[in-house]
């Protein structure tokens, strides 16, 4: 990780690696948790600092959809709706199992503004709740170097489409 931080610095000016190590050290669970996302693919760096609230932000700077969280549906209950040829997982579960939250529009835009991602790849981000009420989900991608919202159906799953996390430590 610290590797990752050094040869990124433009994702995190000002920031010292010293004081994120610190964090992370005194934070054995979200240690176990950018583990998950390292192991799934997610390659997590600092993209923030949250300085009213103390927390480093960390986020998944993969350049496509972490190849380990690929081929799921939305969430729980538009897995539990397909009568056949169910995916394995959802984003939602797969993040709640592993301690992060999917990325919501607004962080995967600034996310973009950070890099060139998903280009080839889409990534589910978190839904509002009237439209998941409706059966729907969003997803983003980058193409055209432009970052684009589409909607799908939650229980819909590809293999180019996964999720992103962000997790505060």
């Known amino acids: 990780m610290k590797a990752r931080f050094e040869k990124n610095m433009n ?24 583990h998950e996302m390292e192991r799934t693919g997610g390659e997590p760096d600092v993209v923030g600092h949250d300085k009213k609230a103390g927390e ?23 897995l539990e709706s397909r009568k056949e040829q169910k995916p ?29 991602f998903d280009t080839k790849t889409s990534s589910w981000v978190k839904t509002p709740s009237d439209i998941r009420t409706l059966g729907g989900a969003l997803f983003c991608d980058r193409r055209y170097d432009t970052v ?5 159906g939650a229980e819909s799953y590809y293999a180019a489409r996964g999720f992103r996390g962000a997790l505060r430590v």
């Open 88 to 116: 394995e997982n959802s984003a939602g579960d797969m993040a709640a199992a592993m301690g992060i939250e999917l990325l919501t529009e607004e962080q995967y835009r600034e996310l973009q503004k950070l890099g060139t």
């Open 148 to 152: 684009f919202v589409y909607h799908n």
């Open 11 to 34: 994702r995190h000016r000002g920031l010292e690696w010293a004081n994120v190590q610190a964090k992370l050290e005194a934070n054995a669970g979200k240690l176990w948790s950018l």
């Open 56 to 78: 480093y932000i960390f986020c998944d700077c993969s350049a496509e959809s972490p190849k380990g969280r690929r081929s799921v549906c939305y969430d729980r209950e538009a």
